[in-house]
């Protein structure tokens, strides 16, 4: 894995390391919280909002994660799962279906490691593993659900590295700020409708995963112009046709 131009770009914002050729988890401790949240909350005792932020505390600590979440995400967690969820409806989601997420997050290297070797394979001389393309380059990603579900898994618990993002320009990736919203702006109905929404995700992932993949494509329009030097004004007044698009099931 250590000779894969596509995994170099990605891997330092990936919570992940490579070890003997593999990847892992680089914290032993952190796969302990893990395996203990795999047999629910007699084991890993996280049976509140409150637990559940103490935990993803814990587990960015094992990782040696430099940037501190703030305390509002933190209290948003707890916010979101000890009052704005029905006591059935947290019960239900610390018994089953977190659980499932801790799950997913083990075998998320070995998901991702599938995925780079099989990545070759997919398209006859295509590229479609998970990397970093650089500007104005086209490119396509293939990812299988199971591995999106993990990933997803990884921001819900704020297991991303983020302090070298800002110099590839890419978007925020945890969920600390989302959850963070629910006290910096009061009774945000948009904002809670958003979760609600990644929570169902999360549950109807932990009853059945599809099989099947999402791919990813960026275009790049074939202009004489430099396209490295067009402005948000060009884009807005340009009568270019895009590609053609289509929507499959």
């Not at 089953?96 to 599938?114: G, I």
Request: proline share 4%; net charge negative; with cysteine.
């Amino acid at each position: 894995m250590e000779k894969r131009e596509d995994l170099d770009t990605i891997l330092p914002y990936l919570p992940l390391k490579i070890q003997d050729s593999s990847l892992s988890w680089p914290s032993t401790h952190l796969v302990e919280v893990l395996e203990a949240m795999t047999n629910g909350p007699s084991h890993s005792r996280v049976y509140s909002g409150q637990t559940l932020s103490d935990s993803i505390s814990l587990m960015r600590q094992a990782l040696s994660l430099t940037s501190h979440l703030s305390s509002s995400a933190l209290q948003g967690y707890a916010l979101f799962f000890d009052e704005r969820m029905s006591k059935e409806e947290s019960s239900r989601w610390f018994n089953e279906f977190l659980p499932a997420m801790a799950c997913l997050l083990l075998r998320f290297p070995s998901l991702l490691e599938s995925h780079y070797l099989n990545s070759d394979n997919l398209i006859n001389g295509t590229k479609t593993g998970l990397r970093v393309l650089v500007p104005n380059k086209a490119g396509i990603v293939f990812l299988s659900q199971e591995l999106i579900g993990a990933l997803l898994s990884c921001s819900f618990f704020c297991l991303f590295p983020v302090d070298d993002r800002g110099s590839n320009h890419l978007p925020i990736i945890n969920f600390d700020k989302l959850f963070g919203s629910l006290i910096n702006t009061g009774r945000n109905e948009h904002q809670e409708n958003k979760i609600k929404c990644i929570i169902h995700y999360f549950q109807r992932l932990s009853s059945s995963i599809s099989p099947g993949f999402v791919s990813f494509e960026r275009k790049i329009l074939s202009l004489e112009q430099d396209s490295s030097t067009l402005d948000e004004g060009f884009w807005g007044k340009s009568t270019v046709n895009l590609c053609p698009v289509e929507v499959m099931n």
